[in-house]
């Protein structure tokens, strides 16, 4: 456990730092250093080249002689180095002494001759105290100095790690993860949860799939849309495997410098194997996963290189038993195919947005910790919120609380839902427009959405329509309450599909139809998008066009860059037109009938805008009254007015 908490520690702080630019620092140092060192440690006294002493011309004999003469005022000798240093009578004071080479220990003419002309001789002692005490300063400079570059190192190591653990792995590890979530907080996808919880039974009792001759999976993919809670679902899985559990990001393993990358990957694996049985889990895994040989101008030398590593080390001769990888990911289409083939991620979990009972269960999770008025029905805010995904559904409830906060409320209500609701689909509220021609405008076009919402037989019911502003540039809306069955299941039919046309092209209709051709605004751009989008989509993906019943483009409408360049279009030039014409066919007949609709019901509308005006919001459920007054609902619609 110690050891364990050490690690994670290293792992926190290794994490912090730039090392490109610390290393080259590091190195500048040492080098500065290093030259300090080789520079005091060359130059002993005794050695040093270019004495500051003045070298003579004098020779032994001439010293002697000189002696002899009188000339000579004092002598020093040195037996170190074997010179005598010399100071003449008639030299100036402050100039240096002369030096004459001896020849050997013993001096006799020369004691001799001093002795007997009176001049002062004076040996230094020839214990060598000058080395000695040069040895006994430098030594220890260069101890200290040895010291601290040591201690640098150490700190540089500790602190940024970057200097010399350049390839290690940056994962968490952690013993017992304390992650603080259990697989209590992960509601609504339970398949998903089930199989993670098999992949720990695998790691803790492998004896019992081992003896019926069944083969342990190596990696588990867990694929799914953002916000779905996979990164949760790993979270919990730490917390409760009860095994050792390293974490990494995908792009943690992406470095500028090639190489880095795989012996991270290397390092991981190498610690892992240390701890089996224990469980690797790499998020965002499509940072290193991508499929080799892509993008536009030859691929990324680093990348593969990590992503290579990956798979041999998947692969693993020795066999990496008591190792499970799980990995998450929300483009498993960009994933290299190696990586998915079976004997590396044998399994792919799929963890889908969450149905309606999916969506009840992530309400209560979230709901558990926030007060809620008693008239809050989590059951209706579920069946509201088709098409949310977990981490939707945890923020408007988190909008919800910090609305009823901000009014200084008790608890949440329905109101505060609400408007979290609005707030996290369409945006922030802002106060209503003036009376103007814009407002009027703006009124007579979702009044057109809401119209046709009411009165299309396919139709989903009304939620409401609203003129209030929102942030980010929406007038108003309209909304329908989604047949939850529909958009869980996927399945929408022909004739939904072209309601849904006709209804985004009811605003743009409405306008025409009052103001005229030339008034029509650019507010229905996005409108006009999604018409688009659906018409296209129809035709080349649904076959649901006179072209026939095959797909003409994949699913996939991302360009990858680099795969799909070449290949994007499979279809010819005269088909292309063809698909323009459907396209453009179903557009404009569902204008048409939009245009037709309105028209016949003008004064019902200009009645409805009059009142949205007055009271800038109209329910479903009122707007549908007024509309049945004028005519007869659709059988669907009268449904939706019984149920609420
Ligand atoms: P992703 O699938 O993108 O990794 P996350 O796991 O990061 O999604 O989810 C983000 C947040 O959304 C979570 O921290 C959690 O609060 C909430 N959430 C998402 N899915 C669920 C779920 N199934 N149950 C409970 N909470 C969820
Ligand atoms: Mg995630
Ligand atoms: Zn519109």
């Known amino acids: 456990m110690k050891q364990a908490e050490g690690k994670v520690l290293m792992g926190k702080l290794e994490r912090r730092g730039k090392h490109p630019l610390k290393s080259s620092l590091v190195t500048g140092t040492v080098t500065a250093v290093w030259l300090m060192l080789q520079t005091t440690l060359a130059t002993p006294p005794s050695m040093a080249q270019g ?52 020849f050997g220990d013993s001096n006799p003419e020369l004691i001799d001759a001093a002795r007997k002309n009176n001049v002062d001789l004076e040996v230094q002692p020839s214990t060598d105290g000058g080395t000695v005490a040069w040895l006994i300063t430098h030594g220890l400079l260069a101890f200290v100095l040895l010291m601290v570059l040591l201690m640098f190192l150490r700190r ?59 083969k342990i999976p190596k990696g588990v993919l867990l694929v799914g849309p953002p916000g779905t809670g996979k990164t949760l679902l790993a979270k919990a899985i730490a917390g409760e495997a009860g095994v050792p559990f390293f974490s990494i990001s995908g792009s943690e393993f992406v470095e500028m410098f090639v190489g880095v990358g795989a012996s991270r990957v290397r390092d991981l694996f190498k610690k892992a194997k240390e701890n089996a049985p224990c469980i690797i889990f790499i998020d965002e895994i499509d940072a290193v996963g991508r499929q080799r040989g892509t993008g536009i101008g030859g691929g990324n030398d ?52 969450p149905s309606y009972k999916g969506r009840l269960g992530i309400l209560e999770v979230h709901a558990r910790n926030k007060k809620l008025d008693a008239s809050v029905s989590l059951e209706t805010i579920a069946r509201r919120t088709p098409g949310f995904s977990g981490a939707e559904l945890a923020n408007m409830l988190n909008e919800a609380a910090i609305l009823t906060a901000r009014r200084r409320k008790e608890a949440v209500t329905p109101l505060e839902i609400d408007d979290a609701i609005d707030r996290v689909t369409t945006g922030m509220t802002l106060t209503p427009l003036l009376d103007s021609k814009k407002k009027r405008l703006i ?19 009304l939620n409401k329509v609203t003129i209030i502003p929102r942030s980010g540039g929406i007038g108003g809306f309209a909304q329908q309450s989604f047949n939850e069955e529909m958009i869980d299941s996927g399945l929408y039919t022909r004739s939904w599909l072209l309601d849904r046309i006709t209804i985004a092209l009811g605003g743009r209709a409405a306008e025409e139809e009052v103001f005229g051709d030339a008034e029509i605004t650019v507010g229905a751009s996005n409108d006009i998008q999604v018409v688009a989008n659906l018409a296209r989509e129809m035709v080349t993906r649904y076959g649901m066009s006179d072209l026939g019943p ?47 609709i309105i028209r016949e019901n003008r004064e019902l509308m200009d009645q409805l805008v009059d009142m949205l005006l007055e009271q800038e919001t109209i329910e479903g459920e009122q707007f549908r009254q007024i509309v049945g007054q004028h005519t007869t609902l659709p059988e669907k619609q009268l449904m939706a007015a019984k149920v609420s």
């Open 550 to 596: 095959f797909a003409l483009e994949s699913g996939n409408s991302e360009v990858f860059l680099g795969r799909d360049w070449m290949s994007r279009v499979e279809y010819s030039e005269e088909v292309a037109t063809q698909i323009d014409q459907q396209v453009r066919t179903i557009a404009v007949r569902c204008y048409a009938e939009s245009r037709r």
């Open 51 to 102: 004495s500051p002493r003045e070298s003579s011309g004098l020779t032994y004999s001439a010293l002697v002689q000189k002696i002899q003469a009188g000339e000579v005022a004092r002598v020093e000798i040195d037996p170190v180095r074997g010179v005598a240093e010399v100071r003449l009578k008639n030299q100036p004071k402050d100039s240096a002494p002369q030096e004459v080479v001896l």
């Open 156 to 214: 540089t190591t500790n602190s940024s790690g970057q200097a010399m653990s350049f390839g290690k792995s940056k994962a968490r590890f952690q013993m017992e993860a304390k992650t603080g979530v259990l697989f209590d907080d992960v509601a609504g996808i339970e398949e998903a949860k089930e199989e993670l919880q098999e992949v720990v039974t695998f790691l803790k009792k492998p004896e019992r799939f081992t003896a019926v001759g069944a």
């Open 302 to 353: 680093e990348r593969e290189q990590t992503l290579n590593q990956l798979l041999t080390e998947m692969d693993g001769f020795e066999g990496n038993a008591g190792i499970i990888i799980i990995a998450a990911t929300n483009r498993p289409d960009v994933l290299d195919s190696a990586l998915l083939r079976p004997g590396r991620f044998d399994r792919q979990v799929q963890v889908d947005l």
């Open 443 to 461: 009124a007579y076009h979702e009044v057109g959405h809401a119209l046709l919402m009411t009165l299309l037989k396919n139709s989903d019911p």
